[in-house]
């Protein structure tokens, strides 16, 4: 302590209500739509359509599963409040969206997708640890669902990263750009 280094933890999901698992699960996936929407923008300006379009595509898909799991949520615990922060999510290592500082200018479309690639295979781990507490058979679903997508976005990163080559577009720094002169 004292480091000033943040070092994320893993959620004990014995610990946790059903109601906290959901809320939980909500805010996650709309900090990787936030997340995926950030590296459209950040891709969108000096690389091909596909990868803009494609990030643009798994921000989509992060807003569907935020929509069935508040769907949910809402069938079971109606406007009850929520005890869950984003505080709690940025301490957890197995939230889906990347940490802010991963994303930044300059980004290599590699780095984005590796980045990517990461983010949907923490997702998947999330969602694997934490259907092992889930009694209700509708919420086991959903989660085993979108846990299950999770694997079919990794494919499709991957996909895209055969696709693109060998070569994509190595990273620059801003010392690499030329500011103009006032």
Do not use: C
């Not at 569907?64 to 769907?71: I, P, Y």
């Not at 949907?120 to 997508?149: C, G, H, P, W």
């Amino acid at each position: 302590m004292g480091s000033g280094v943040f070092m994320p933890h893993e959620l004990d999901f014995s610990t946790i209500t059903l109601q906290d698992t959901l809320d939980l699960t909500v805010l996650m996936e709309e900090e990787s739509k936030e997340r995926y929407l950030e590296l459209a923008e950040q891709i969108g300006s000096s690389h091909t359509d596909d990868a803009t379009g494609f990030f643009i595509y798994m921000a989509q898909n992060e807003e569907k599963h935020s929509r069935e799991l508040t769907e949910q949520r809402m069938k079971l615990f109606g406007t009850k409040e929520s005890t869950v922060d984003k505080i709690l999510l940025a301490e957890m290592q197995y939230a889906e969206a990347p940490f802010y500082d991963e994303i930044r200018s300059f980004m290599s479309l590699r780095k984005a997708l590796d980045i990517a690639l990461g983010s949907e295979k923490k997702s998947y781990d999330f969602y694997n640890k934490a259907m092992v507490q889930i009694k209700n058979e509708d919420v086991k679903k959903l989660l085993t669902n979108i846990r299950d997508e999770e694997i079919q976005h990794q494919k499709l990163i991957t996909e895209l990263m055969s696709k693109s080559g060998e070569d994509l577009n190595p990273e620059i720094g801003p010392e690499d750009v030329d500011t103009p002169e006032q």
